[in-house]
């Protein structure tokens, strides 16, 4: 059989082929490249981001008292059952576990000196109305105008988140001759806070007082009435308690609270109620008349200490003044 040889070559469409495969191959190559580049900017574009936001946010100021996160919401039992009116503005739910900037510390300074009372025989009956958990922006103003109707100055306990949302109460309150003294932060059990977080409530407290009426707290009530050996080295000024508890929170009534004040008043009394509920400032004025018919003298705290020679130690407890 006879051999041939062949000659091969490839046909145009091969050629073609090739061809296109090549430049196919060659769009893929820049497509994967770019893509790669995209990414490697992305990154360093928002790892630049990142640290040109983190000081920004650092020096940011303390967020308002509504934007404080809360890792645990205590209720206390004067707060539970509040009708819409006699509660404040509700918190806004937390956005993050950021907690504010304390307000600077203010520098120590004594109370202003008590107004200068006629002398006060031995056997003058005195007390003391105080309000707890305030201010409230629809009852504490009404309280005010009863109490200066009647001639009467008492000693608000206030929060110092509520002091730092109105603090044009407060102020109005110091300038009609009342006290206004530390109720904490936002009513913690001050046991449960530690030393550094007992601390600083305090101080974010005594400076939204500070702010709004010139004057440093002269003292401290515990929420709950509940302290410690700890509280009592950090507090800084006297614990001021009380010895007449109508229980206010829990008698939405007028009537009742009165009758609970009236039966239970005594000379050097320390009356506990709260200003935040309309039922108690409804029972002010009858209360007030009640008790200055029956021969008592109605004082802020610093003005019983005066008029009883008594100077109260930073950390002591005090229920009545007699």
Request: with cysteine; hydrophobic share 40%.
């Amino acid at each position: 059989m006879q051999q041939r040889d062949f000659d091969l070559t490839p046909s145009d469409s091969e050629v073609d082929i090739a061809a296109d495969f090549a430049k196919t191959r060659r769009h893929l190559q820049s497509h994967h490249l770019a893509v790669l580049v995209f990414i490697i900017l992305g990154g360093i574009l928002i790892a630049l981001f990142n640290i040109m936001a983190l000081p920004r946010s650092a020096g940011q100021p303390a967020p308002a008292a509504g934007d404080v996160a809360q890792l645990s919401l205590e209720i206390p039992p004067c707060l539970e059952n509040c009708t819409p009116d006699e509660l404040p503005e509700p918190e806004a739910a937390p956005t993050s576990v950021a907690t504010p900037e304390p307000q600077p510390t203010p520098s120590p300074t004594p109370p202003p000196a008590p107004p200068v009372l006629p002398p006060v025989s031995s056997g003058e009956k005195l007390i003391a109305l105080t309000f707890d958990d305030g201010p409230s922006g629809a009852q504490t103003p009404r309280l005010l105008n009863y109490l200066a109707q009647a001639g009467v100055s008492a000693t608000f306990f206030v929060l110092g988140n509520l002091a730092e949302r109105a603090p044009q109460i407060i102020a109005r309150a110091v300038a009609e001759g009342h006290e206004v003294a530390s109720h904490s932060y936002r009513h913690a059990d001050l046991r449960t806070l530690g030393a550094g977080g007992l601390q600083q409530d305090l101080a974010w407290t005594a400076g939204a007082i500070s702010a709004a009426t010139g004057v440093a707290p002269a003292y401290l009530r515990p929420p709950y009435g509940s302290y410690n050996r700890l509280v009592q080295q950090n507090a800084g000024v006297p614990l001021i308690l009380w010895s007449v508890d109508p229980q206010d929170w829990r008698y939405r009534n007028a009537n009742t609270v009165y009758n609970n004040v009236v039966s239970r008043a005594h000379n050097g009394a320390i009356i506990l109620l709260h200003d935040i509920h309309g039922t108690s400032v409804d029972a002010v004025p009858r209360i007030i008349s009640t008790l200055q018919a029956q021969g008592y003298r109605f004082l802020t705290v610093s003005q019983l200490f005066a008029a009883r020679g008594v100077t109260p130690a930073a950390g002591g407890v005090y229920t009545a003044v007699r």
